[in-house]
């Protein structure tokens, strides 16, 4: 009787170990995936910083303060003139008619779309 109680504690801590042995393989398993899973968060912030940092050296060069200042605000260098056509030349040079449709106030436009 003895025998079986030593065997059965026995076989009872064998499971027991088998089963912690196991838990931590399925542990160690979620765990390469989820290393592998910040590999991939970290490349792809890698990738971006780099998209940013090209952009703002792009964004800090003369080249582009220049044109920005030019396309945006109207500046020109010395010596430089400035042409102004009017809009209604400009339509006429270009052949767009004015018979376009007027655009509708945003409110009027949902007002629009709820309603019919």
Same mark, same amino acid.
Request: aromatic share 8%.
């Given at each position: 009787? $003895?025998? *079986?109680?030593?065997?059965?504690?026995?076989? +009872?801590?064998?499971?027991?170990?088998? &089963? @912690? =042995?196991?838990?931590?393989? $399925? &542990?160690?398993?979620?765990?390469?995936?989820? $290393?592998?899973?910040?590999?991939?968060?970290? &490349? #792809?912030?890698?990738?971006?910083? @780099? !998209?940013? !940092? *090209? /952009?703002?050296?792009?964004?800090?060069?003369?080249?582009?303060?220049? #044109? !920005?200042?030019?396309? /945006? $605000?109207?500046? #020109? /260098? @010395?010596?430089?003139?400035?042409?102004?056509?009017?809009?209604? @030349?400009? /339509? +006429?040079?270009?052949?767009?008619?004015? #018979?376009?449709?007027?655009?509708?106030?945003?409110?009027?436009?949902? =007002?629009?779309?709820?309603?019919?």
């Amino acid at each position: 009787m $003895l025998k *079986k109680i030593i065997v059965g504690i026995i076989i +009872l801590a064998v499971l027991f170990l088998a &089963y @912690k =042995l196991f838990s931590q393989i $399925l &542990y160690a398993l979620k765990s390469e995936g989820r $290393l592998t899973q910040a590999a991939e968060v970290v &490349y #792809s912030l890698e990738m971006k910083n @780099k !998209q940013l !940092q *090209k /952009k703002l050296s792009e964004i800090q060069s003369v080249e582009f303060i220049e #044109s !920005q200042a030019r396309n /945006k $605000l109207g500046l #020109s /260098k @010395k010596g430089e003139t400035i042409v102004i056509i009017a809009e209604d @030349k400009l /339509k +006429l040079v270009l052949g767009t008619s004015q #018979s376009a449709i007027p655009r509708l106030p945003n409110w009027l436009g949902w =007002l629009k779309v709820f309603l019919h």
